[in-house]
């Protein structure tokens, strides 16, 4: 089992292009989390799906979309990419939403907007 | 707002000594969580420790939770080079009608060989 794979490791973009982070789990989740960690901090919740077909605004979700595209993928999209969103995303999944069970985290995405 | 706040930020110890981390939360929680993260890796889960629990092992790690002070205690025992990483508390609170989970700013610890 990979558990959350995220592609690409890697991103640089100029301000106002537009990406898509991919993440996949083979748990067999039904929750699916998007967060950003920022020097210093612990990770604030951009988006996340609680099932299939279902998304909710975590704490910081302006500037960003999702799409739950089934069970296993969960993307983040930036439309038009700022320099404050320089960051490292990381998704994750649990069987169910939150509660008392544990997340299970990707390797995260290092992305750079100039 | 940040719910969990970890305490020291940064602790530098020797290997085999023991590491005691701290976190100190704002509201009621249903449980408290701890992840580590090793540098340039995601998060991985330590131990969970429910609002009705007081303690709890796992291996060289003892967690502790004191709810009237609102605060919970990870202890690394015999500590290892390998358990230099960041540690993060993560509280789950119920807000909302909704269930939230919120990580602290994390202690760096680093074990010198």
């Known amino acids: 089992n990979a558990g959350v794979t995220q592609t690409p490791k890697f991103q640089v973009l100029k301000t106002g292009q537009s990406m898509t982070l991919q993440c996949a789990q083979d748990?067999?989740?039904?929750?699916m989390y998007w967060y950003r960690q920022d020097p210093g901090m612990g990770l604030r919740l951009i988006y996340y799906?609680?099932?299939?077909?279902?998304?909710d605004k975590g704490e910081v979700p302006n500037g960003y979309n999702v799409s739950r595209l089934n069970k296993r993928e969960f993307s983040l999209r930036l439309e038009s990419a700022a320099p404050s969103q320089t960051s490292v995303y990381f998704c994750?999944?649990?069987?169910?939403?939150?509660?008392?069970?544990?997340?299970?985290f990707g390797p995260g995405t290092r992305l750079t907007v100039l | 707002s940040q719910q969990g706040e970890e305490d020291p930020q940064a602790l530098s110890i020797q290997e085999g000594e023991n590491a005691t981390m701290n976190c100190s939360y704002k509201?009621?929680?249903?449980?408290l969580q701890w992840y580590r993260q090793n540098s340039g890796r995601g998060l991985v889960h330590l131990i969970l420790?429910?609002?009705?629990?007081r303690e709890k092992h796992s291996g060289r790690l003892r967690v502790t939770l004191d709810t009237s002070k609102k605060s919970s205690s990870l202890l690394i025992t015999a500590s290892r080079a390998a358990d230099t990483a960041s540690y993060f508390c993560?509280?789950?609170?119920?807000?909302?009608?909704?269930?939230?989970?919120?990580f602290g700013k994390g202690t760096k610890l680093t074990v010198n060989p």
């Open positions: 799906s609680a099932s299939e077909g279902t998304t």
């Open positions: 994750a999944s649990s069987e169910f939403l939150f509660g008392g069970i544990e997340q299970f």
């Open positions: 420790i429910r609002s009705n629990e």
């Open positions: 509201t009621s929680i249903n449980n």
């Open positions: 993560a509280t789950a609170t119920t807000q909302g009608g909704s269930e939230k989970l919120v």
């Open positions: 748990m067999n989740h039904n929750s």
